[in-house]
C-alpha cells in the first residue's frame, strides 16, 4: 500500500532526474565592446537586451545607470569606479553576456590592478566563451596577487586540462592541493591528469580520495572506471561505470558564492532558485520562489507544475491538486502533471483514477519512465499482468537503472508463468544490480521451479 511518502518521493524523483532547470536565453547579438587591459578608455555599451525579460532588462539598465553616475562624480576614487564596472559585469556575466562582462572586468582591473577579483572574474567569462588560453592568462594574473588562492589554481589547472596543456595543469592541481590537501575539486583534476598520462595507480589514488571527500560527486565515477581498467581489474572498472553521472566535485567559492540566478529578476531564474530549494528539501522557500516566477510569468506552467511539486512535499495535497490541475486546463497533454495527479491518488488509494491519470502521462510523453513503472505497478495490483509486463518491459528499456522495473517485472512475468522469460530477465538486473537482495532471493526461488 502506497501512501503519502511514496507519491512525495515519485513527485519530487522528477525534481532529481529530469533536465527541468530552465536558463535564461539572451540574444547573441549585440555591441560588446573587445576585452584589453591596456585601453580602459573605450566605453562599455549595452548588448540588445530585446532577448531577454523585461525584468532582467531593468536591472541591467539600471546597473549601467549607476555606473555612468559613478564615473561622471567628480572625485570618485578608482577603487569606487572599479567597483561599478565590476557590478554591472557580474550582471551581464548572469544574463549570458559574457563578452560584454569581459569588457567592465577590464576596466575594473585596469583601475585597480591590484584587486584580484577583477582577472578572477575574466578568467571565467573567458571560460564561458571557450577561450582557455585567455582564461588560463587571467587566472596566472589573479594568482600573482593572491599566489595560494585555491579557486583560482583549480580554476587554472581546468583551464590548461582543456587546453591539453598536461604538465601545466598538474603544477596548478599540485599547488592547489599544497593549499587545500583536501580539496575533491584539485584531486579530481589530478586524478584526470594522471589518467591522461596513463598513470593509472596514481589516478586511481586521487579520484578515490576525492569520491571519498565528495561521494555526490558521480562526475568522478568515469575517469575512475577508466583508470581501473588500465589497471585491469574489469570488475571495478564496471562497478564505477554503472554509477557515472555527471555532478562535479563542490568548489566552495567565495567570489562566486552568490548564485548568478540569484542576481536575475525573471521567471527562469525564480524557478531556478525553487528548484533548487526543493532538491535541499526546503519546501517553504521553494514555493516562495515560485510564487515570485508567477507573479511575473502567471501562465508558466513549468512554475506552475513546480509549485504544486512543493506543496505536495510540503504537506498541502490539496493545494497541490488544485496547482496541477490547472496546469493540465493550460496544457492537457503535460505528463508531469499527470504523473503527479496519479501519485496523489495512489496515496488516496484509488487506483483506478491513478491508473487513468498514469495512462495519460504515458500518452503525453511516452519517454518517462516514472510513469511507466507506477502504471505497471498498479496494473499488476488491479490483476492486469500482461499489461504490467508490457510497461516494465518499457520502463527498462527507457532508464535501465529503473530497479523497481526489473523487480516489479520479474514479479509480474512469474505471476503469468512466463518463467524462462522470467529468469532471463532476473540475469539481466543481476548484472546491473548484483547486491539487489529482492533480486537474488526471486532468482534462487525460480531456479528450484
Known amino acids: 500500500m502506497r ?10 524523483t522528477l525534481a532529481t532526474t529530469s533536465a527541468c532547470t530552465r536558463t535564461n536565453s539572451p540574444s547573441p547579438t549585440g555591441h560588446a565592446v573587445e576585452r584589453s587591459v591596456q585601453n580602459s578608455a573605450a566605453p562599455v555599451v549595452l548588448p540588445d537586451l530585446s532577448g531577454i525579460a523585461e525584468s532582467v532588462q531593468r536591472q541591467i539598465r539600471e546597473r549601467d545607470g549607476a555606473l555612468k553616475q559613478t564615473l561622471q562624480r567628480s572625485g ?3 577603487a569606487e569606479q572599479a567597483a561599478a564596472y565590476g557590478a554591472l559585469g557580474r550582471l551581464l556575466m548572469a544574463a549570458g553576456f559574457s563578452k560584454d562582462a569581459a569588457a567592465c ?3 575594473a582591473e585596469a583601475l585597480v590592478p591590484e584587486d584580484m577579483r577583477w582577472p578572477y572574474y575574466s578568467g571565467h567569462v573567458s571560460l564561458r566563451l571557450g577561450d582557455r588560453a585567455d582564461a588560463a592568462a587571467a587566472f596566472e594574473r589573479a594568482l600573482k596577487i593572491r599566489p595560494s588562492d585555491p579557486m583560482s589554481l583549480v580554476w587554472l589547472g581546468e583551464a590548461y586540462l582543456d587546453d591539453d596543456r598536461l604538465d601545466l595543469a598538474q603544477s596548478a592541481f599540485q599547488r592547489a592541493l599544497r593549499v587545500q590537501p583536501s580539496s575533491a575539486p584539485a584531486l579530481f583534476g589530478a586524478g584526470r591528469i594522471a589518467l591522461a598520462k596513463r598513470e ?12 571519498a571527500i565528495d561521494a555526490r560527486a558521480s562526475a568522478i565515477q568515469y575517469p575512475l572506471a577508466m583508470a581501473y581498467r588500465g589497471l585491469g ?5 564496471e562497478n564505477h ?12 567559492d567565495p567570489l562566486m558564492e552568490v548564485d548568478e540566478d540569484a542576481m536575475l529578476h525573471s521567471a527562469v531564474s525564480f524557478e531556478n532558485r525553487g528548484m533548487a530549494a526543493l532538491r535541499a528539501a526546503e519546501f517553504d522557500l521553494a514555493i516562495a520562489e515560485f510564487i515570485k516566477g508567477l507573479q511575473l510569468a502567471p501562465d508558466d506552467t513549468s512554475l506552475r507544475y513546480w509549485l504544486g511539486a512543493a506543496r505536495y512535499a510540503s504537506g498541502d495535497a490539496e493545494g497541490a491538486f488544485r496547482e496541477f490541475s ?7 497533454d503535460h505528463a508531469k502533471a499527470h504523473f503527479s495527479i496519479g501519485a496523489i491518488y495512489d496515496a488516496k488509494q484509488q487506483r483506478g483514477k491513478a491508473i487513468e491519470e498514469y495512462q495519460a502521462a504515458v500518452r503525453g510523453d511516452p519517454t518517462l519512465p516514472e510513469a511507466r513503472v507506477r502504471l505497471a505497478e498498479d496494473l499488476r495490483s488491479s490483476g492486469q499482468l500482461a499489461a504490467s509486463v508490457e510497461q516494465y518491459e518499457a520502463a527498462v528499456k527507457l532508464d535501465p537503472s529503473q530497479v523497481d522495473a526489473w523487480i516489479g517485472g520479474a514479479h509480474a512475468l512469474v505471476d503469468v508463468k512466463r518463467n524462462d522469460q522470467a529468469r532471463d530477465w532476473l540475469a539481466r538486473a543481476r548484472t546491473l544490480f548484483p547486491n539487489r537482495a529482492e533480486l537474488a532471493v526471486l532468482q534462487a526461488s525460480l531456479n528450484k521451479k
Open 326 to 332: 490547472a496546469v493540465l486546463r493550460r496544457e492537457p
Open 241 to 252: 561505470l554503472r554509477q557515472r553521472g555527471s555532478n562535479y566535485p563542490v568548489l566552495r
Open 233 to 237: 581489474d574489469t570488475a571495478q572498472s
Open 3 to 12: 501512501g503519502r511518502p511514496l507519491a512525495t518521493m515519485a513527485i519530487l
Open 200 to 211: 593509472y595507480a596514481e589516478a586511481v589514488q586521487h579520484l578515490e580520495r576525492a569520491l
Open 76 to 78: 570618485a576614487t578608482a
Open 105 to 107: 572586468f577590464s576596466h
